[in-house]
């Protein structure tokens, strides 16, 4: 997976250098693009961080490479930069699933604390996507009995009521119930729910 850094996209290149002085003064890695267009042709899908988007740009304006983004369903959270008459796009932006905006002239501080919480978004839904495969993995390796009896479990029937239930013995019960737990990597019926929640959402 690539390094989290802030994706700085603005045609003005006397604004590229002068954020990319800002950034690296705070310990913010960054890198510069001069279009939305140079973006949107080197762009990976495993990039971390975020991205620090101008609206106004000459050839593709920034809401335009927001779309472009959404439609290749890139998750990295964006950051308008917006002058004062700008401001009702960057609203409509924000309801498309934006960020933030920051409106010029703005300090410096404000547009690093921003970048910086994106970031943070970004890192925890990498970790929750991270969590959400390593459970989905370890249900695939449940057999399709197995599966059966942990739902049981999970709606919190004991295993005399699981072994009438599927017509198999007790021992057979606790021995699906031990798989369940082992395969599953938990100790316990509340930590397996718990697991489980991780799917949600």
Same mark, same amino acid.
């Given at each position: ?46 990039? =971390?961080?975020?991205? !620090?988007?101008?609206?106004?740009? $000459? #050839? ?6 927001? +779309?472009? @983004? ?74 399709? =009995?197995?599966?059966? !009896?942990?739902?049981?479990?999970? $709606? #919190? ?6 072994? +009438?239930? @599927? ?35």
């Amino acid at each position: 997976m690539s390094q989290a850094c802030a994706h700085i996209i603005d045609d003005d290149e006397a604004i590229r250098d002068a954020l990319q002085w800002q950034f690296r003064t705070r310990g913010v890695e960054c890198t510069l693009w001069p279009s939305a267009e140079a973006f949107l042709d080197a762009w990976q899908t495993d990039w =971390r961080g975020c991205i !620090v988007l101008d609206i106004r740009m $000459e #050839g593709m304006s920034g809401l335009e490479c927001f +779309d472009t @983004l959404i439609e290749r369903q890139c998750s990295l959270p964006v950051i308008f930069i917006t002058g004062h008459g700008d401001v009702p796009m960057a609203v409509s932006a924000l309801k498309k699933g934006a960020f933030d905006f920051i409106e010029k002239p703005f300090s410096d501080n404000e547009l690093i604390e921003r970048v910086e919480r994106a970031i943070a978004l970004d890192t925890e839904r990498q970790r929750a996507a991270a969590d959400r495969g390593t459970v989905e993995s370890r249900l695939a390796s449940l057999t399709a =009995r197995e599966r059966e !009896v942990m739902e049981l479990i999970l $709606e #919190g029937k004991y295993n005399k009521v699981i072994a +009438d239930q @599927l017509s198999i013995s007790m021992r057979t019960v606790e021995a699906h119930r031990s798989k369940v737990f082992d395969k599953m990597q938990v100790r316990s019926a509340v930590e397996l729910a718990q697991m489980l929640t991780t799917l949600k959402g």
